[in-house]
């Protein structure tokens, strides 16, 4: 098939943006000149080093990373972070405020009992993670070192549509909705990221750390995970995932001509009512998340009948539209719209739904 | 520059095949009628499943690797597991023997010992790492969990020319040798490398392990960390680095057009043949290892004086060699010849140190 016949909706690994693949494969032999590939320029090479400082400004640009804030570029995916965090921002017997609102969250909240005392204070685990707890649902400790929650939950397509209010610094997984909207940075104490939804092939992670949390990390922390080392080094204690932060750079700049996170909240928000609004009307397919937890990334529906749905996923895939299958967890349907899908898969994704309505209507 | 202007004796990240690059230039927007980039594939779907199934049998076949063993396609670098052979292979308390042979090995030590007590059975720190100790040097320790080395030591340029006898199971970092020559697999109790030297770009670590040794991580060990997660789920606990993975398929394609490992442990001696010879021969260069410790993958060498090596480093940019000023702990020189570089990258950078000793022999 042509790339032109296929909407990819995948929740990751993703879609990215055609012009960022264009511009990679014509650099792929040759970057700039140098006779090289970026894949083969030592990390330390003037090139590769400005490559690095470029994206590095380019993000701290798009979401306007204040002085106070560092940018890290590191590896082991979102799934090391759940370790990093409490071995860097806990000391033993300390607690931390978790909200278990999707698996990931779950899954963090796991790993950090390894090291310290994990409070959850809001779960939505009771009505298969449908909803995000209230901002005066949250059950906040006195004592946490931090809170914890994933901004957007990529299986169950709900997302936290305010930022909580506590006392403790805020950690925020934010993978699946870094760059489509604005954040004030600010309020954070930590963000991260795996970049393979919104930023750049799998194998990068992006931090951003208020640098007064790091340095605190216990002595067992492996070499890699001390926050601190990464902030003294730039995150080149180690070879960094090179072309991985390459590609970022290449997305920051076509994020750029979309208006960065600011236009693409706008785009993002045209994008998910299109299909949020069918959803509403149609009287086969629902939503699965409560309204006012709706995720704009990864959007969660279902016919309520198993062997209806997996018809529709045939039929989408016949169509064009990939990856409509919802996570093995979840069930039904999700189309994951990140930033680099356009509004034109978007279209033929409601187009192919009232298609398959009209004939499949109960 | 144009490519063929170019040869990149970088250490790592270093030179690829250039039918490599070419395959994936080719591929880079529609990998093989999908209407999709690997860099945007879901991790589970078929496309990128079949990729991974297929690059895995090809390691397994290049090293010929028993089924005793497991391949595991991790992140986060060699260091990342100078962290994790400790944390799985050793319990609080248990002895492991290191020999600490360059830069590498002296951190793998210094990090193992956060969480055993490790016993340095043979150093070369004392004459600047220019030598492998002779099996009849190993002071080994009865209790070791585990005897570590370092294969080949990149910033130094010597190499282990044999496998040590112990009783311990071997534990390697292969990262600048791995694919150079064959291997006997079932020696090792486990092997790790860095992919960014002989087999793909920066964010890959390949591990070969023996399944008996995994299942035994201490409990703080992380998420990420253990050996036996990573086996029961072939890699895939989170988003593996896919196009890494993809990347070291299509070098296994071309490393088989070149004999396999066994055909290029061929013709790295006859690469590495080439500037040794000129170098035993020269009245300006000198090689800095022992001969019987040289390494065939990273050729150190000096003029003994410092302004004159960077006059070198010098002329030999201006042209067209690439990264061959050493390493800032070792000074001088260094030429990493790696599996992609070609004969002729070798015999320009003979050619090139031979008008340098014409004009400036002392």
Redesign the interface.
């Known amino acids: ?3 032109e ?2 909407y ?1 909706f ?7 943006p ?1 012009p960022v ?2 511009k ?2 014509s650099e ?3 970057y700039r ?5 970026v ?5 330390r ?1 003037s090139a590769f080093m400005d490559i690095f400082a470029e994206t590095k400004a380019k993000m701290k640009a798009a979401l306007k990373v204040p002085d106070t804030h560092e940018i890290l570029f590191l ?6 972070q ?3 965090v409490p ?1 860097n921002l806990c000391a033993e017997g300390d607690t931390a405020d978790y909200a278990v609102t999707g698996n990931f969250a779950n ?1 963090a909240a796991k ?1 950090a009992g ?2 310290c005392t994990v409070h959850v204070m809001a779960s939505s685990e009771d009505t298969k993670f449908d909803r995000i707890p209230a901002q005066e649902e949250l059950r906040l400790s006195a004592e946490a070192k931090y809170f914890y929650y994933c901004a957007n939950n990529t299986i169950f397509g709900t997302a936290w549509n305010y930022v909580p209010e506590t006392a403790a610094p805020l950690v925020c997984d934010m993978s699946s909705e870094i760059l489509s909207h604005p954040v004030d940075v600010s309020r954070y104490g930590l963000i991260f990221a ?1 970049a ?1 939804k919104n930023m750049a ?4 992670t992006v931090v951003i750390i208020d640098r007064a949390l790091a340095g605190h990390e216990r ?2 922390t ?4 001390s926050y601190q080392r990464m902030i003294d080094k730039d995150s080149m ?8 932060i390459y ?1 970022l750079g290449l997305v920051l700049d076509w994020l750029e001509t979309q208006g960065g996170p600011e236009g693409m909240e706008r785009i993002k928000h045209e994008k998910a009512k299109l299909v949020y609004d069918y959803l509403d009307e149609s009287r086969l397919f629902r939503g699965c998340a409560w309204p006012d937890s709706r995720s704009d990334m990864n959007i969660t529906f279902r016919t309520g009948d198993e062997a209806l749905d997996a018809e529709f996923v045939k039929f989408s895939l016949a169509n ?1 539209l ?2 409509l299958k919802g996570h093995r967890v979840a069930g039904g349907m999700r189309a994951s719209v990140y930033n680099a899908m356009p509004m034109a898969g978007v279209e033929k994704l409601v187009a192919i739904m009232k298609e398959f309505e009209v004939t499949h209507r109960v």
């Open positions: 098939m042509k790339r016949e296929v990819n995948s929740a990751g690994p993703s879609v990215l055609e693949l264009e990679a494969a792929l032999l040759n000149g140098t006779g090289m590939s894949m083969e320029m030592s990390h090479s590896q082991g995916g979102a799934s090391l759940f370790s990093m071995l899954i790993e390894k090291y795996g393979q092939p799998a194998g990068l002595a067992v492996p070499l890699m995970m204690y180690n070879t960094p995932p090179c072309y991985n590609m064009g990939q990856n």
